[in-house]
């Protein structure tokens, strides 16, 4: 851990916890958001696609045993000596449904062969006290970690995007879950309409100062099959370009703090759906740039030792 380093990578992060490589299987568990279904609003977050809105009883997705041995067949050939699996509930609000039926889906994953840990991406008012409690014994059995949705902490913002919860629901959440010692990931999208420069690092110092395990970053994607998209082809706003991008990513680096695990510096342009901006779907070359501007600024960081429990 005392090796100089420009920020503290997921890739590291599980190959010093488990000793190896590990491989994130994304799954479907067939949910959907309270900012959907009409709870607490319709349309989901104008960001976000239509795909898969079905409820939680949907049947249309194979089971998760089906989609975890698809996904390790589909990634055998990139990575073909690497056994070791966590299982990603990544689509939508994976916490939005009863109990048993989150039990019988976790259960599910997590008896799969190989697997090290779950990963849950969730929304903070989608966590009562008994789902909380739990994920906290889940915990006590397998690696977790619970991925939560920040993406600004600015209302005006917040409201425009349809979140449907405001930033004390998060914070409760986080605290809640560091408090039964389980790990939170928040995520945060760069570029939203009307943000400035300064808002989104408010919303990274804000972050900065939680009990979190890691962040997760991603450049905004607007897309044809999400109602920000329609709202950009009637009325295009200004999008950031890919060296602006690159230079904030730097400025967040340097406020986050260094034992933070990064869990994504940027996302994948779904070139389908993708309108803008087009430079997101050079995810590699986006990533080689990041990295050559932490060099060149002398961007590094040498991380304290955590306790990764």
């Known amino acids: 851990m005392s090796k100089l380093r420009r920020f503290y990578s997921l890739n590291e992060f599980l190959q010093e916890r488990h000793g190896g490589k590990v491989i994130k299987l994304s799954l479907d568990g067939g949910f959907t958001c309270p900012n959907r279904d009409g709870k607490v609003a319709k349309g989901g977050c104008i960001f976000c696609s239509s795909r898969g809105s079905g409820d939680f009883t949907s049947h249309m997705a194979p089971s998760i045993t089906e989609q975890m041995k698809d996904s390790i067949t589909l990634l055998s050939n990139k990575w073909p000596n690497v056994n070791k699996y966590m299982a990603y509930f990544q689509s939508y609000s994976n916490t939005y449904a009863p109990l048993s039926v989150l039990k019988a889906k976790y259960e599910e994953a997590l ?8 990963a849950i991406a969730t929304r903070p008012d ?6 909380i409690d739990y994920l906290a014994e889940l915990n006590t059995r397998t690696h977790l970690w619970i991925e939560l949705g920040l993406q600004t902490i600015h209302p005006h913002t917040s409201a425009f995007i349809n979140r449907g919860h405001d930033l004390a629901c998060f914070d409760e959440a986080v605290h809640k879950l560091h408090a039964k010692g389980i790990e939170v990931v928040a995520h945060m999208i760069i570029g939203l309409p009307g943000e400035t420069i300064e808002d989104q690092l408010e919303t990274a110092r804000y972050m900065a100062k939680l009990p979190l395990q890691g962040v997760k970053l991603h450049m905004l994607h607007i897309v044809d099959n999400a109602p920000l998209g329609k709202l950009y082809l009637k009325e295009p706003f200004d999008l950031l370009t890919e060296d602006e991008y690159v230079a904030l990513i730097g400025e967040i680096l340097k406020i986050l703090p260094s034992d933070f695990v ?19 779907t050079r995810k590699t070359l986006v990533l080689n740039h990041i990295h050559k501007y932490l060099k060149d600024c002398l961007l590094y960081t040498s991380p304290s030792p955590r306790d990764t429990r």
């Open 126 to 131: 989608c966590l009562s006290d008994e789902i």
């Open 111 to 118: 008896n799969f062969p190989n697997v090290v840990g779950i």
């Open 262 to 280: 990064i869990h994504r510096l940027t996302g994948d342009g779904d070139k389908k759906h993708l309108i803008a901006p087009l430079w997101t």
